[in-house]
């Protein structure tokens, strides 16, 4: 009952309406389908009595049953989280089951059981069938509304971690790598290295040389020379 409970609060509403169809449905299955007339030979008189869809079973009934049942399976099997595909997806699955549900019925109001010789009638319950295998289709189609105009499931990517806030000694960069993630890149302090402390140039003489260290034609030369 619990697996129950929880699997009708995890369906939306259109899963809800398609259950709620598939349960009528298949209690309808119980209720009296067809109206019989037999004649009492001893007393003359002709009695009539009900018969339920499983009192003259063939082909229609036992693929409304399978039907109804699939229909319910189905939905208890994705509101308990299982995955698997299906062509069409589940409201088209919804939807085609109910349509063939409700073709079925219909044609059984033109193959009745066999009377033997008297009229068959249709009862009550054969319309509140038709009623819950209609609603199966419209649910179905609910379904397929609500699939279309769903936005596309987009799974989180992971947490992304927050940076620790930049010291002033470094800065950061951001890099856009080819995946579209953006990752945070070395900074450039530790890119490049420390430039090492550029030395003292020794002075060199200035050129040309002043006027009084330049030699004249008149001065005699030195002893050096």
Do not use: C, K
């Not at 598939?22 to 299955?29: D, Q």
């Not at 009695?47 to 339920?52: E, F, G, K, Q, V």
């Not at 109910?98 to 219909?106: E, R």
């Not at 799974?155 to 990752?183: F, I, K, M």
């Amino acid at each position: 009952m619990a697996r129950l409970t929880s699997a009708w609060r995890a369906m939306d509403p259109e899963r809800r309406l398609a259950a709620i169809a598939s349960v009528a449905l298949l209690l309808t299955m119980f209720f009296p389908w067809y109206g019989l007339q037999n004649l009492n030979r001893r007393t003359g008189a002709i009695y009539s009595h009900n018969i339920s869809a499983f009192g003259d079973v063939s082909f229609v009934e036992a693929a409304i049953f399978l039907v109804a049942a699939g229909v319910i399976t189905m939905l208890f099997a994705r509101a308990e989280g299982r995955e698997f595909d299906l062509p069409g997806g589940d409201g088209a699955i919804v939807a085609i089951a109910g349509g063939w549900a409700t073709l079925l019925i219909f044609f059984r109001v033109f193959s009745r059981p066999d009377g033997h010789g008297y009229p068959v009638g249709i009862e009550w319950g054969f319309f509140l069938a038709f009623v819950a295998a209609g609603t199966l289709t419209y649910s179905g189609w609910r379904m397929l509304g609500g699939a279309r105009h769903q936005p596309p499931l987009v799974r989180p990517d992971r947490a992304r971690r927050p940076h620790p806030p930049a010291s002033e000694s470094e800065t950061t960069v951001l890099a856009t790598t080819p995946a579209g993630r953006r990752e945070r890149a070395p900074a450039a302090a530790e890119r490049r290295p420390v430039a090492a402390e550029r030395r003292p140039r020794a002075e060199r003489p200035a050129y040309p040389p002043s006027p009084q260290e330049q030699l004249s034609f008149e001065d005699p030369p030195s002893a050096a020379e």
